[in-house]
């Protein structure tokens, strides 16, 4: 009998996951959901992530290694970081088009709009931040009152936990010299980076350090190291397999495990969540939509003709399915290179180059997101941004993005940035972070997509890919295989 794919598997998992919420919700079962079911969503999450750290240090050294010449490295290098910061800028772009067009922000009455854009300017006072345009509602006794109820209303909100955390980790980075970024992709001990899943481009940058210098040692020195770095990275690749023979339970345990925390014992209150910030998720998923069905392919089109429509998601799925469940570009490495490899046919050399590197520095979706998410959140304040300041929010979502770890919520944290580059009110997480969670799962899956697409492109650069259609490209995971 033909074995089910896995990707079908996998949502198949992903349905009943969702489903078991809703019926533990409207069963009073939440409780127990979160204490039984959805600890195996975290460690799948954590098995995945413990082998994405290793992966990733011994993909790039051999990557690196194999490609044999300093020169042709340098130009590849040179490709990817172009070709990816292309791709990022196009994608805030799109954010800021639909943003623009759609005008979520605007869709909300006029009158809490108003009352918005007076706790913003108490804020924006509070700060000694001048507010440039439009009027100043402070100047207005009448409003007066209300303002103060409504800033008492948005202290609140700032002592919300979750979000007060993020303030922190992002506070501390705003006391830095603008070089920060730069020094931080430079460990002074590398056993500390290996130690902490957010510290990946300091392991991407010791790896092609390694990597570059393995090639300037004579080669009888050099072999021996090399065979280690591939075997082990084989060892990494297999252990991918067998978590993933499990995955359709764990995704199951995860998306259970997400629907219950959102929706305790009441599921109205999720329909409610989003009935308040749908036009705003609307506007994301389109944007992100257009990015997997339309930007992707028709780049594929223009500079990969090899890879059809079709054959480029059948190859992909795994990785999409696996990137929607879990939320992080960088749990998903893994499979997103054996489905580059084995089902794109590009060559190792260069999948195991430009996709970790990808994965932590490439995040499409995030950016288009944050995009979205600061004009939003003007818009609902009674805030107009000028065509300056939202070329500040292209180049800060291009970095925040760079900077995002490629973990869950990570996009949200960044965008405390971005709206700090543009005098706003970085509080604001809080409005938008009851749907982040969802909307993570979908930029995730542009985020991989993203990462895929490059590589195929500088693959076929270099004459290093090999499509051919696979009757059932999505069953590599096979542990006899
Ligand atoms: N979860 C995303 C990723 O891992 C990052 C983010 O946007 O939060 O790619």
Known sequence: MKKMALHWKIIIGMA????????????????FTINWIDPFGTIFINLLKLIAVPLVLFSIISGVANIG???????MGGKTLGIYLLTTIMAISLGLLLVNMIAPGKLIDEQSRIDNRISYEIWADSEGLEIKDGVNYLKDPEFFERAQEISELSKTELQDAAVADKMKTVNNRKEATPLQPLVDIVPSNFFYSLSNNGLMLQIIFFALFFGVCLLFIPSEKSAPVLKLVDGINEVFLKMVDVVMQAAPFFVFALLAGVVSK?????????????????????????GLLLMIFVVYPIILKFFVKKIPYTGFFKSMSPAQ??????????ATLPVTMECVEQNLGVNKKISSFVLPIGATVNMD????????????LAQMHMIDLTIGQQITVV???????????????????MLIIVLNSVGLNPAWIAIIFPVDRILDMFRT??????????????????????YREHENPTETFDLDS
Do not use: H
């Open 16 to 31: 009943l996951g969702v489903l078991w919420a809703l019926l533990s919700s409207t069963m009073g079962w939440s409780q």
């Open 69 to 75: 010449e300093p020169s042709s490295l340098g130009r």
């Open 262 to 286: 959102m929706a305790g014992d009441d599921i109205g209150k999720v329909v409610e969540i989003f009935k308040g910030l749908s036009w705003y998720s609307l506007t994301v998923l389109i």
């Open 321 to 330: 399915t696996l990137a929607f469940s879990t939320s992080s570009s960088a």
């Open 365 to 376: 979706g995030t950016s288009l997101y944050q995009a979205v998410a600061v004009i939003f």
């Open 395 to 413: 180049l800060t979502a291009t970095l925040a993005s760079i900077g995002s770890a490629a973990v869950p919520s990570a996009g949200l944290v």
């Open 445 to 466: 899956v542009v985020n991989v997509t993203g990462d895929a697409t490059v590589c195929s492109i500088i693959a076929d650069g270099e004459n290093m890919l090999e």
